[in-house]
């Protein structure tokens, strides 16, 4: 799997990560500027959160695994600072739990306890206010919603028979 960019007003497409057979870039998330790109990297036998421009230069492993924890799907905050991340143990099965880490890696990540057995798929409301997550156990998946520390947590879905997941945010309509 590789990284694309498509310029609609040019329609030219441009490679960003160049990875050899196995080795997989995926889940892209555009800073909130537009200028870099945050994205999970196998590189050797675990994804890693990667940055880089938006033209695909100056790459930067943001955390280190040593091959011990899958760090994915990323998400930016949206002041920028932020890069919200899953991980999860890849020797053994574990739920996946949410970390947070400064945008230049400088900083160790740290944990964001949310107080659900699992989260994956972080997305921002707009205005930042709220994120939507899901969370699973033994009865399946639900999305959630909570400020992003986690307070007011609530479950959105209901459903027992069936898994919920990939939460989205509408738009907020632009006022005239």
């Known amino acids: 799997m590789q990284l694309y960019s498509y310029n609609v007003e040019n329609e030219k497409i441009a490679r960003l990560v160049d990875t050899v057979n196995g080795k997989h870039a995926r889940?892209?998330?555009?800073s909130p500027d537009g200028k870099k790109i945050v994205y999970a990297y196998k590189r050797i036998d675990t994804y890693e959160i990667w940055t880089m421009t938006s033209q695909g230069a100056d790459e930067l492993q943001l955390i280190p695994?040593?091959?011990?924890?899958?760090?994915?799907?990323?998400?930016?905050?949206?002041?920028?600072k932020l890069i919200l991340f899953s991980q999860q143990?890849?020797?053994?099965?574990?739920?996946?739990?949410?970390?947070?880490?400064?945008?230049?890696?400088?900083?160790?990540?740290?944990?964001?306890?949310l107080g659900v057995l699992s989260i994956e798929d972080?997305?921002?409301?707009?205005?930042?206010?709220?994120?939507?997550?899901?969370?699973?156990?033994e009865r399946g998946y639900h999305v959630y919603y909570s400020t992003p520390s986690g307070a007011n947590l609530a479950r959105i879905t209901e459903d027992v028979t069936f898994d919920d997941f990939d939460p989205a945010w509408r738009p907020v309509p632009k006022t005239p």
């Open 27 to 30: 889940q892209a998330s555009w």
């Open 65 to 80: 695994s040593g091959n011990q924890v899958l760090n994915y799907q990323p998400v930016w905050s949206p002041d920028g």
């Open 89 to 113: 143990s890849a020797k053994e099965f574990t739920f996946p739990n949410l970390f947070s880490v400064d945008v230049d890696g400088q900083n160790d990540p740290l944990q964001v306890f």
């Open 122 to 137: 972080v997305k921002y409301s707009p205005g930042a206010i709220w994120i939507a997550y899901e969370s699973g156990g």
